[in-house]
């Protein structure tokens, strides 16, 4: 089990919601440092061990900064994500810059940042050297193949267009040895939302045996073994946590089985976690301002499937609850839905949940939980939707006590934002 908490009353929310207007996501600071702090603790028999915050679940500045003050770097895969993580602080071997189908300027970037440059194809060797030349550092982006199962949201490895094959990884490392690379990073990324901790244990055990194996075909020792991302969340309350206890116990088992004897314990384990880090930790709050009764009964919101996409995508559950109602019965059945034309903007269909009140100005306050990642990052623009702000709840003191100050760190888009691309046109025209 386990249990679905809100930082905040009713009388808060609604506080927070006079100022600011619905929709908007709500991070809880005090619950991301706590988790993070938990990580680290479990990950601190690891030296050298790195967490590389993916930037795509939440590519929020405010969130990078208050995460590298945690001691996490970035994993980036885009010219913005590397600019974001600058722009927090975060740069050299502390960002991960994990791309596919890079342009050269991209590369040129992350080289400039000093980032760890993680490539993922072999002719991107060729590649990487015109646009920048050969880092002392390179890493490789393995694909096992049918050597691993992948999961339900990121597809079958034999089928996913990443990484190089296990016999391009050997040819690549010696390629980039050749080239002038002196320093080694092996990485996979095979599951998302995965909440088995014996799966990423096993993906930590291929690495380990394919560092040894390289070693034994090249004589190059990795520096360190990237795992990747792809821990889950308990979305659903009757789903048990992740224990990252557990899969350090694991991995920390595998390795000392599998590195150490072949003189690799100097190897540093790398993650870069996105989903666990902060999705708990964000709520999409809306206001339930319409009601009907057709053949269903619907709740309509203020916020669409553009602020939150993961149920319309992948009819991914998000847990929902009503400020002030948190107890309540749970007496009727709905499908909460947005404003969207389109039938799928649901962000919960035929969901028991406490009768809830409608209207523009004095309709409940909905909670959509677990949207801390991937959940605004992942929103659009498409029927015209301006997708909502991020506001960020601090705690002196910590979660104990102390007083709360919510803080607006991405201001929701306006009209403006959305004609900003119609204006000032490059005038030219071309005749062909
Ligand atoms: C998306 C992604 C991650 C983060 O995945 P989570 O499921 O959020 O942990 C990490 N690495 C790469 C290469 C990714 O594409």
Redesign the pocket.
Known sequence: MSTKTFPLTKDELEAIAAVFGTPFYLYDEAGIVENAARIFTAFAAFPGYVQHF?V??LPNPAILRLLAGCGMGA?C?SLPELLLAAEAGICGEKIMF?SNETPAAEYRTAAELGAVINLDDLTHIDFLEKACGIPPLVSCRYNPGDKKQGNVIIGNPVEAKYGFTREQIIDGFTALRKKGAARFGLHA?IA??ELCEDYHIETGRLLFEFAVEIQEKTGIAVEFINI????GIPYRPEQEPFSYEKLAAGLKAAYEEILVPHGLGGVALRT?????VTGPYGWLVARAIHRKAIYRNYIGLDASMADLMRPALYGAYHHITVAGKEDAPLEDVYDVAGSLCENNDKFAIQRRLPAIKTGEADGDLVIIHDAG??GRAMGFNYNGKLRAGELLLSTDGGRAGGKKTVRMIRRPETVDDYFATLRGLDPTEVIV
């Open positions: 993916a795509k679940a994993d895969s994990t990324m998302s939302n990747g991302g792809g821990v870069e976690w996105g989903r666990a990642a991937h």
